[in-house]
Nanobody, 117 residues
Framework: QVQLVESGGDLVQPGGSLRLSCAASGSIFSIYVMGWYRQVPGKQRELVAAINRGGSTNYADSVKGRFTISRDNAKNTVYLQMNSLKPEDTAVYYC???????????WGQGTQVTVSS
């Protein structure tokens, strides 16, 4: 059984930084895309950033220049470095892995990020 375990969420002041991590355990093969999404109550989950196997990245306009996504394929882990955090970045952040081996998407349980003074 595949599990994605996120860590790194916290309360931080505006302008601060956090680094989120998400590691997969279990038998997961050929992860094509790793991504981070976020959701606030009453709104749809939105894509924050994604990175494919080749290293190409995609970012939401609201985080470009502030967030950086990276991955370690050997460890089946994805990271999200978040700098210059704003109150509007407050949300539950979820990682998502898409495997082109079994054509399934896997989700983590979410980690809370709160940006507040």
């Amino acid at each position: 059984q595949v599990q994605l375990v996120e860590s790194g969420g916290d309360l931080v002041q505006p302008g601060g930084s956090l680094r989120l991590s998400c590691a997969a355990s279990g038998s997961i093969f050929s992860i094509y895309v790793m991504g981070w999404y976020r959701q606030v109550p009453g709104k749809q989950r939105e894509l924050v950033a994604a990175i494919n196997r080749g290293g190409s990245t995609n970012y939401a306009d609201s985080v470009k220049g502030r967030f950086t996504i990276s991955r370690d394929n050997a460890k089946n882990t994805v990271y999200l470095q978040m700098n210059s955090l704003k109150p509007e970045d407050t949300a539950v952040y979820y990682c998502n892995f898409y495997s082109d081996y079994d054509r399934r998407a896997y989700w983590g349980q979410g980690t809370q990020v709160t940006v507040s003074s």
